[in-house]
């Protein structure tokens, strides 16, 4: 019998260790540390550190030289030793999707793995003994030097040998940086930065572009250069592979400790046009001007991450968790992730939330369709709010996202000190830790009664048709016209909408990406994912307008199937039971009673008289949560 046990341990403890997590419990409050927690993982003696960062149910924090330097043996001794110490804590890797110092990123990216501004051909010769080369080029506007980089960085820029026909020879290149950029029409360049050999060319044969390039971040001199992610037809960068190959060897072997990884500005998306950058885009580095569409960018960038993801997916350990920036614009590969990071929620502009329903769309949706197991976390940061700058929530507004991570089984991490307040004191984490495991899902509750609503196409001449900012990072992107519309065109104190969709048959797709739908007025507009299988979203407006609420959906992917479509004409609370209480959102404007009737959701997990306890009604205040303990 005992060597049965040893083995049944052998057999099942690699593949359980997932699931044996904490943040992956049904612990009602999942907490974790982040990226603060580098300073002193670099200065600090590994057994003070463990205890330090030991308070929550995890960390995620970085350990490779990808973005910052400073990472050597001795951090990872020290990770190596929090996990042994607790095992059952998460330990997840924080790793830039996008951009790297390419003294990291040479390990397995070759110069047609980055991305490039459209470059211009050198008209005099390129010589191979020269530290400097002042060169003389057809285009200076093909490069720009920003004004006031950060540690007096400098642009970097590559240089690659035309064949006979005029075509890029990516095996033969070199980098530089870019030094000057002079008004007799050259640039003056410092060669080979990369230690890879200067390259001879002749005059005529050389072709120079300026990398896109982030940063540099923390005390860095040298700019991160972008990945070339866009994958078209005739694409044959190696990235694809080499990077999960580097990755999951990495997390099997000298970096084991770690759960998995989060990828930080991993994005389906890309801004393509000049807003964000000085220069036309060379996406798929054939030295020509582009002439794609903003469908065909979104698609070829798109179809890049998700070659990028499954090839990971296939070769990393299945007990790895694989998580990405998750904003509607940034992520939608349920597929293959396990979960998202939301930087900011609902997102890092929304110090209303005003997006609250959107935001709780999103998670849900994660929570419901991600890879399992399924694991998606909150950022509780500062808002960086356009014009205003950073703002710090108000205690209410704080709260209610912390909230929003105990209705949507998302972990919570908190990302700024609140009057100085230590990230494990916050108030509302002490109320919220011990009131047992969930017996119920997020319960929506209505002050008026849920009824059938009818919706019809928007008229061909109507004038006022309803467009709709796409969620996307390709600023080319044009806006989306209403489709069809509510008949809610009476002004009304409130109005919430249950809708259940699936993708249309004829749009159904074998990677199960899901879509966009968009819903609102003019003035407050709203949105949900809707994918293959059915999935139920809620939205709420306070003091409807006349306007009509209207709908949108993608270009391409098909009506969406709505099976159910109901209206309250007042507004929602959210809720959810726990084994020792009930906790309860309100994000409207005004305090809400509630009675026995509206609590009938809650009904078939617990009786609402302990809710109650013998009154008629309680009262959630305005814009904060309320937690009835029994």
């Known amino acids: ?136 080029v057809r285009k200076t506007n093909a490069f720009s030097i920003r004004k006031n980089l950060k540690n007096n960085a400098s642009e970097d820029v590559v240089i690659v040998e035309l064949d006979n026909n005029g075509e890029l020879n990516w095996s033969n290149t070199e980098h530089a940086k870019l030094i000057s950029i002079n008004k007799n029409g050259t640039v003056t360049l410092l060669r080979d930065t990369l230690n890879t050999g200067k390259i001879k060319l002749a005059a005529n044969r050389a072709y120079i572009a300026q990398h896109v390039a982030k940063g540099p971040f923390s005390q860095e001199t040298q700019r991160l250069w972008e990945y070339n992610w866009f994958k078209f037809e005739d694409n044959n960068r190696k990235l ?18 770690f759960d998995g990884l989060q990828f930080d500005v991993l994005t389906e998306s890309h801004r393509t046009t000049n807003i964000g950058y000085p220069m036309k885009l060379d996406a798929n580095s054939d030295g020509k001007p582009d002439k794609y569409s903003s469908n065909e960018y979104s698609e070829a960038h798109a179809a890049g991450i998700y070659t990028f993801l499954k090839n990971l997916r296939k070769i990393l350990a299945k007990k790895k968790l694989i998580l990405a920036d998750g904003s509607y614009a940034n992520q939608r590969a349920t597929w293959l992730l396990n979960g998202i ?37 909150i950022k509780v940061a500062k808002y960086h709010v356009p014009g205003k700058g950073s703002i710090e929530p108000e205690a209410n507004i704080r709260r209610l996202v912390v909230a929003a991570g105990l209705l949507t089984n998302s972990a919570i991490v908190p990302a700024y000190k609140p009057n100085g307040l230590a990230f494990h004191k916050w108030p509302e984490f002490r109320k919220l830790k011990n009131i047992g495991k969930p017996l119920s899902e997020l319960l929506v509750l209505t002050t008026s009664q849920l009824s059938p609503i009818s919706y019809s196409p928007v008229k061909a001449n109507q004038s006022d048709t309803t467009l709709f900012r796409q969620e996307t990072l390709n600023n080319s992107a044009k806006k989306l016209a209403a489709t069809h519309c509510i008949d809610t065109s009476s002004a009304l104190e409130g109005a919430t909408i249950q809708m259940t969709a699936t993708a249309s048959s004829s749009a159904k797709s074998e990677s199960e990406r899901p879509a966009l739908f968009y819903i609102g ?97 309680l009262v959630i205040p305005a814009k904060d949560i309320k937690t009835i303990r029994f």
């Open 1 to 136: 019998m005992k060597h049965i046990f040893i083995l049944t341990f052998i057999l099942l403890s690699p593949l359980c260790l997932a699931e044996e997590l904490d943040v992956l419990s049904e612990k009602p409050l999942k907490q974790l540390f982040f990226r603060y927690a580098e300073g002193s993982l670099k200065n600090t003696e590994q057994e003070q550190w463990i205890k330090r960062w030991g308070r929550f149910d995890g960390v995620v924090v970085k350990a490779f030289n990808e973005e910052i330097s400073g990472f050597n043996n001795k951090t990872n001794d020290t990770l190596a030793g929090f996990k042994k110490t607790y095992p059952n804590k998460l330990l997840l890797l924080h790793f830039n999707g996008r951009a790297s110092l390419p003294t990291f990123s040479s390990q397995y990216a070759s110069s047609h793995d980055y991305l490039y501004f459209l470059g211009t051909s050198a008209i005099s010769e390129l010589k191979d003994n020269e530290e400097k080369s002042t060169i003389k």
């Open 240 to 257: 694809f592979s080499t990077l999960p190959d580097f990755l999951a060897s990495n997390i099997s072997k000298k970096y084991s400790f």
């Open 341 to 377: 990071e939301s930087e900011g929620w609902p997102s890092a502009s929304d110090v209303e939330l005003q997006q609250w329903s959107s935001g709780l769309n999103r998670h849900k949706f994660w929570q419901s369709f991600a890879q399992q197991p399924a694991i998606s976390y």
């Open 521 to 617: 007025t003019q003035n407050n507009q709203q949105k949900t994912f809707y994918g293959n299988k059915p999935f139920t979203a809620w939205f709420s407006w306070e003091n409807k307008n006349n306007s009509p609420i209207c709908f949108a959906f993608e270009t391409g992917t098909g009506k969406p199937e709505i099976s159910n479509l109901l209206l309250s004409t007042g507004v929602k609370i959210e809720a959810r039971v726990f084994e020792k209480a009930v906790l309860f959102a309100n994000n409207n404007s005004t305090p809400i009673k509630v009675n026995a009737k509206l609590l009938a959701p809650i009904s078939e997990h617990i009786e609402i008289d302990k809710v109650l306890k013998g009154r008629d009604e």
